[in-house]
């Protein structure tokens, strides 16, 4: 049996990789820079049985659970609104306040009311920098006047916001949330769920926002 010589010298692999075809290194190229495969239970978890929360045709949902009061919420906050912008095509994004009592209480409902109020999507990266950056809201234990007074800068009347932060309506989107944060086994925010199914995981928001795409291209292929 005839063996095909090793190439061990440096020298003879390099003008083995020079005559190779233009194409064949171009390819090797693509696959270096490829995004790293994902692996379930390190960077997403399956949501048994888990559905959209508000599935919209054609789009795949992802679903930020986040806190007004949370500093890695507001951190992130930039990024991800720069992810949505750019996804806005293929991913119908919502965000979901994230009502775990205590402090994050009074915050969650404004947003549910601002929801109610057609206010919520103006007004989001605002409230951020009045309770992270400038200060002009209190992280803990706000009065009802205080917040009505952030959002009648959205031209929303005091009184109408108070009637509407304490509605039944306001209620109802809390406990629907609540149901699914908590089916979905959220812990913590920020957190990201893509189209009811996956829970990410990422180590990082540059990291949890590789991990969204890659999701977003799977859920898209198989619908």
Known sequence: MIRRPVLRSAFLQALVLLSLPAAAI???????????????????????????????????????????????????????????????????????????????????????AAQELGVAGKSHDAMFLALHTDGTLPLRNPSVDEIASFYARYGVDAQRFAATYDSPQVQARMEKAEAFIRSSGVEGTPTLIVNGKYRILGNSFDDTLRIADQLVQRERATH
């Open 26 to 112: 171009f390819s090797g190229a693509v696959a270096a820079d490829a995004p790293a495969a994902l692996v379930e239970g390190n960077d997403y978890v399956v949501i048994d049985g888990g559905k959209p929360f508000a599935p919209v045709k054609g789009k795949v949902e992802v679903v930020e659970v986040f806190g007004y009061t949370c500093p890695h919420c507001a951190h992130f906050q930039p990024q991800v609104a720069k992810w949505q912008a750019s996804n806005a095509k293929q991913v119908n994004f919502v965000p979901m306040a994230a009502p775990f009592g205590g402090y994050w209480t009074p915050y969650a409902k404004a947003f549910y």
